[in-house]
């Protein structure tokens, strides 16, 4: 099913984060729209102009509408801005925040009561501004269903690559993750940011060959000592430098990894839902629904079901 997405430009806005989403979800599956903000030809910071297609009408009829960034000043949005984002999430409309987007979603009310990110630098402003939003400054993206946010600069990817594999597949997400020359899911937080391209030293190898290892093998248990010593580390050096390397611990990073195969095996495969979480290490389809429905806010039969046709 098509899925309109309606992307806000502004005056003075970063092209990056316009171009983000606009890569990453252009193509048949969905139609694109950049809307805006303020009328007429809008400046950007690289020192061009762009020329939105429509302005905040736009908006109306828009299955997502995208904050892609904002101000570095964080100040207020204009309050035709904040009405038509509050119209667009009163309909149903999913609203993402990507960086300092999450701002104008907070001033319109969007996130009160919720969990939200930002850039980790702006993180404390937020919070101040708006007292109302848990602020979380470790975390990449939140996804709190109805409403979006993601951290700073390259984060805007992961949630979009994120976004993209929660409506049209793992399998489609990785193709245009490899299209972009991106990690199609990172692992851990904002620590994470700047990523060695490669290994750095003779133990960032032998934990990328464990890793691998352990992705061909995710229907096994797996305990840090073994790994350890595949590694030919201690534990503790094994747990410190894998929280170092990908911002996260290796329990939830093979949470993510399992989860992320079991999408694949739904979308392609017509294995029994109990066969997709033996193949995929979860021990059996109870465990499976508990950890997808934690996770994606959907049973395993009913994301299949996403993809039957």
């Known amino acids: 099913m098509l899925k309109k997405i309606a992307i806000i430009a502004f005056d003075g806005?970063?092209?990056?984060?316009?171009?983000?989403?606009?890569?990453?979800?252009?193509?048949?599956?969905?139609?694109?729209?950049?809307?805006g903000a303020e009328p007429g030809p809008l400046r950007t910071s690289a020192g061009f102009d762009i020329a939105p297609g429509k302005g905040l009408r736009g908006l109306e009829g828009a299955d997502v509408v995208i904050m892609p960034t904002w101000h570095d000043d964080c100040r207020p949005a204009p309050a035709v801005l904040l009405q038509a984002l509050r119209r667009a999430h009163a309909r149903g409309a999913t609203i993402v925040g990507l960086c300092l987007g999450a701002f104008p979603l907070a001033e319109a009310g969007l996130l009160d009561g919720r969990v939200a990110t930002t850039h980790w630098a702006f993180a404390g402003r937020l919070a101040e501004l708006r007292p109302q939003v848990k602020v979380d400054e470790e975390v990449l993206y939140v996804d709190e269903g109805d409403v979006v946010t993601s951290a700073g600069v390259a984060a805007g990817l992961d949630c979009s690559l994120y976004l993209l594999r929660k409506w049209a597949g793992a399998?489609?997400?990785?193709?245009?993750?490899?299209?972009?020359?991106?990690?199609?899911?990172?692992?851990?937080?904002?620590?994470?940011?700047?990523?060695?391209?490669?290994?750095?030293?003779?133990?960032?190898?032998?934990?990328?060959?464990v890793l691998e290892w352990v992705q061909h093998?995710?229907?096994?248990?797996?305990?840090?000592?073994?790994?350890?010593?595949?590694?030919?580390?201690?534990?503790?050096?094994?747990?410190?430098?894998?929280?170092?390397?990908?911002?996260?611990?290796?329990?939830?990073?093979?949470?993510?990894?399992?989860?992320?195969?079991?999408?694949?095996?739904?979308?392609?495969?017509?294995?029994?839902?109990?066969?997709?979480?033996?193949?995929?290490?979860?021990?059996s389809a109870l465990s499976l629904r508990q950890h997808f429905r934690a996770a994606f806010h959907s049973s395993p039969s009913a994301y299949r079901k996403l993809f039957d046709a």
């Open 171 to 209: 399998d489609h997400a990785n193709q245009v993750a490899r299209r972009l020359l991106v990690a199609p899911h990172r692992e851990g937080g904002q620590a994470q940011f700047i990523e060695r391209p490669v290994p750095a030293t003779a133990s960032d190898s032998r934990l990328a060959q």
């Open 13 to 35: 806005m970063t092209p990056f984060h316009l171009s983000v989403p606009c890569l990453v979800f252009r193509g048949p599956l969905f139609e694109l729209t950049v809307c």
């Open 217 to 283: 093998r995710l229907a096994e248990e797996h305990s840090l000592d073994a790994l350890a010593a595949r590694a030919a580390m201690s534990r503790r050096n094994f747990t410190r430098h894998f929280r170092h390397s990908t911002g996260t611990s290796f329990k939830q990073w093979l949470l993510n990894q399992r989860l992320t195969h079991a999408q694949r095996l739904l979308e392609t495969s017509d294995a029994s839902i109990e066969a997709v979480a033996q193949a995929a290490g979860f021990g």
